[in-house]
């Protein structure tokens, strides 16, 4: 089984800084990507930053300049800094990774269970 934590959600005020951090346990035999998510009521998930093995990155336009993700191989985790934080940063952020279970088996993504942000005005 995998599982995948998240922590570092909360309240903030909007200019302010927040880091999320995930951290993927269980039989895992490689990762490829991890990643964030969210996901506000009403609304499909949106992709916010994802990294790759190899530290390729990728950021909604949204986040850019101002949330910075980045990985500790050697941990299995995922950070999201998040600054100048908005109010329409608000929802769920989801950790995702795609990873194999088995050197034979496709790599599949799991989700954490989701923290939530929110950010006042």
């Known amino acids: 089984q995998v599982q995948l934590v998240e922590s570092g959600g909360g309240l903030v005020q909007a200019g302010g800084s927040l880091t999320l951090s995930c951290v993927a346990s269980g039989s895992i035999f490689s990762i490829n990507e991890m990643g964030w998510y969210r996901q506000a009521p009403g609304k499909q998930r949106e992709l916010v930053a994802v990294?790759?093995?190899?530290?390729?990155?990728n950021y909604v336009e949204s986040v850019m300049g101002r949330f910075t993700i980045s990985r500790d191989n050697a941990k299995n985790m995922v950070y999201l800094q998040m600054n100048s934080l908005k109010p329409e940063d608000t929802p769920v952020y989801y950790c995702?990774?795609?990873?194999?279970?088995?050197?034979?088996?496709?790599?599949?993504?799991?989700w954490g269970q989701g923290t939530q942000v929110t950010v006042s005005s």
């Open positions: 995702n990774t795609r990873l194999k279970i088995k050197y034979y088996t496709a790599p599949r993504d799991y």
């Open positions: 990294i790759t093995t190899g530290g390729i990155l």
